[in-house]
């Protein structure tokens, strides 16, 4: 607990005084992948990242911010990925590095598409709708290129995947797994509030355990981690997975887990504060409430 708030802490301080600045300058924007802070040129986006080992050893998870994404001065892509297994932390920097790259081209040809059957005004109707399809395929298309990959073995590896895509006042979310995104909001009273935007897709979820179910997989908790639900292959006790959507891991894609996101929007107003995407191992140990208070502080 101490070390996961002295993380956020550390968050917190980096967004208020901007100090580390480690950022990339790429063609198509500025791009974050380690422990930083990022200022949007042109724009009001700041944003911060923060990632420390915990006790388990490697540390497996890594992140993205992209600024500036698909060279539109009002787009940022954010997301936060978490490996487990053998090679996780490998399995984690390679969708780091191909989903939001797989989701620009499909977005923009979705764009252009749209734009030359419907024209520019429909856009606006469909922008949800566009971003929507185009994560699907990419998250598909992602999971595919591992499986056909040589250079990393994700049959008993993978990784979670919690993404935003911000343009205007529109905030998408996609969701591969049990990280979780919080948004702080101010509240009637002036209060700032946290407000759930995903769900933890953990495999005792209803929908979730009937379709593992379905497939054939098993659902249950070890006799010495109860209230762990994890997936199992049919007869045999493994692999343990504590989540039904990942990357990776085609041990158990036969059985119920999915690479699909859950995708949904939100327009930010002005009482909208900032974003938290974090992994598990952080609320496992600190709440909703409490983290937006500590980064508010």
Aim: proline share 3%; charged share 25%; aromatic share 6%.
């Amino acid at each position: 607990m101490r070390q996961i708030s002295s993380m956020l802490q550390g968050l917190a301080r980096s967004m208020s005084l901007g100090k580390e600045r480690k950022e990339a300058e790429e063609p198509q924007g500025t791009v974050l992948r380690s422990s930083g802070t990022l200022w949007g040129e042109g724009s009001e986006t700041f944003a911060a990242a923060c990632s420390r080992r915990g006790e388990k050893g490697t540390n497996q998870d890594t992140s993205i911010v992209w600024e500036g994404y698909g060279c539109q001065d009002d787009t940022i892509f954010c997301g936060v990925f978490d490996g487990h297994g053998q090679w996780g932390h490998y399995v984690a920097k390679a969708v780091r590095e191909s989903l939001p790259q797989q989701l620009l081209c499909r977005w923009q040809e979705a764009v252009a598409l749209t734009s030359l059957i419907d024209g520019e005004k429909r856009l606006g109707d469909c922008q949800f709708d566009l971003l929507r399809q185009s994560y699907l395929a990419a998250a598909a298309a992602v999971d595919e290129e591992l499986r056909r990959s040589r250079r990393l073995d994700a049959v008993n590896s993978g990784c979670t995947a919690l993404s935003i895509v911000k343009q205007g006042d529109l905030m998408v979310v996609a969701n591969v797994g049990d990280s979780r995104a919080v948004l702080a909001t101010t509240s009637d009273d002036g209060d700032v509030t946290a407000v759930q935007l995903t769900v933890d897709f953990k495999p005792d979820l209803p929908q979730e355990k009937a379709r593992i179910i379905q497939c054939e997989g098993r659902v249950h908790c070890l006799d010495d981690e109860p209230g762990v639900h994890r997936v199992w292959v049919p007869h045999r006790d493994a692999p343990g997975l504590a989540m039904s959507r990942a990357f990776g891991d085609y041990c158990v894609k036969d059985y119920g887990v999915i690479s699909a996101p859950e995708v949904t929007q939100r327009r930010i107003t002005a009482r909208d504060q900032f974003v938290i995407l974090a992994t598990d191992g952080v609320w496992d140990v600190v709440s909703n409430e409490e983290a937006v208070q500590i980064v508010a502080a």
